[in-house]
């Protein structure tokens, strides 16, 4: 079955960098929409970056400090986090969208993301 373990978060001062790292076994991620979402305490969850076969799209909040990357060799999906604000404080979660092989999403468990002003 589809796993997806992330990694990388924990505590930074604002400004500083996290690189999020998530690991995907089951699937094949070259030929799937993967995507990085973050819910922070009592807000709904909400996209923060997703990376198709050939598009990228950002969430206006973090375009400019946040980038997603895929190494397809590898099948893993990272998050570059730079210039961190207070306000990105969240757990982040890696998501596989649904597709026409794999008709459902898949999420991983989440990592905490810390940011201190």
């Known amino acids: 079955q589809v796993q997806l373990v992330e990694s990388g978060g924990g505590l930074v001062q604002a400004g500083g960098s996290l690189r999020l790292s998530c690991a995907a076994s089951?699937?094949?991620?070259?030929?799937?929409?993967m995507g990085w979402y973050r819910q922070a305490p009592g807000k709904q969850r909400e996209l923060v970056a997703i990376?198709?076969?050939?598009?990228?799209n950002y969430a206006d909040s973090v375009k400019g400090r946040f980038t997603i990357s895929r190494d397809n060799a590898k099948n893993m999906v990272y998050l570059q986090m730079n210039s961190l604000k207070p306000e990105d404080t969240a757990v982040y979660y890696c998501?596989?969208?649904?597709?026409?092989?794999?008709?459902?999403?898949?999420w991983g468990q989440g990592t905490q993301v810390t940011v201190s002003s």
């Open positions: 998501a596989q969208i649904r597709s026409v092989l794999w008709p459902q999403d898949y």
């Open positions: 990376t198709g076969p050939s598009t990228i």
């Open positions: 089951g699937t094949i991620i070259s030929i799937n929409t």
